[in-house]
């Protein structure tokens, strides 16, 4: 495993406790670096903090507990975090799929919470941390979005247009921030195999294996080293820009 250079650099992971968030704070402590875990389930995030720390002994893991999907906890997550010390990198990694129908089928309330924790959760989180990222020599932002935000999946609408916003916000707030230390990026998985799959139904799971010329589900590690390294100060010239991670279905 080839090791980046986050030391001294200090990490939020939203949705660390699990899947993607969980492997790139693993990656991260590996680096060198330290990490605060933010997640909306306290026992699964004290678990994982124990995990991390038990993976990286003597590295600094903190765990705060979060609903992003409501500004003010992400406000007050900010402050305690901060108590930590200052952060480097974030890194917005919770998400949610929605149910897999049509769009005329689609369920109100079910629409609204994946715009509410994909999207706005992520703007929260974005908006709460640029100043003070700004406030360091080389702050990352980095936005777990989807292929599924570049091609548009049948059966989860919402999913795809919330990625699809996530890809639209990156590339505004990394002009934004061009003229800062600050660079903003964001991810393109295709089908991760994690705890995700679990809100997902067996043809949707087929149907995305099906679009991946690699034949193959993306590994958790695979994804937390594109995104370890966009935390790091050696990406410096990449701003706004949209990486693609979905073995050959989408590079574009």
């Known amino acids: 495993m080839n090791q980046y250079d986050m030391k001294g650099r200090h990490a939020v992971i939203t949705g660390g ?118 406030e360091r020599p080389a702050g990352r932002i980095v936005n777990i979005a989807s292929v599924a935000g570049k091609d548009g999946n049948p059966n989860a609408s919402a999913y795809s247009a919330s990625k699809a916003a996530v890809m639209a916000l990156t590339k505004s707030l990394g002009k934004e921030l061009a003229n800062t230390g600050v660079r ?26 099906s679009k991946i010329p690699m034949t193959r589900f993306g590994e958790p590690s695979e994804i937390a080293a594109m995104v370890t390294w966009l935390c790091t100060e050696d990406c410096s010239f990449s701003t706004g820009a949209v990486f693609d991670l979905s073995g050959g279905r989408a590079t574009y």
């Open 17 to 134: 406790a699990t899947g993607l968030g969980f492997a790139t704070a693993q990656r991260i402590l590996a680096s060198g670096g330290s990490v605060t875990v933010w997640d909306r389930d306290a026992a699964g995030m004290d678990k994982a903090v124990k995990a991390l720390q038990a993976s990286a002994p003597g590295a600094a893991v903190h765990g705060v507990q979060v609903d992003v999907a409501q500004h003010d906890s992400v406000v007050q997550a900010t402050q305690k975090t901060l108590a930590f010390g200052p952060v480097d990198a974030l890194v917005n990694s919770a998400g949610i799929t929605g149910p897999n129908t049509q769009v005329w089928n689609y369920p109100i309330d079910a629409w609204q919470q994946v715009m509410q924790v994909n999207l706005n959760g992520l703007f929260y989180c974005c908006r709460e941390w640029a100043p003070h990222l700004q």
């Open 184 to 209: 903003v990026n964001c991810v393109t998985p295709a089908a991760v195999k994690t705890a995700i799959f679990d809100q997902m139904s067996p043809e949707h799971i087929a149907f995305m294996l």
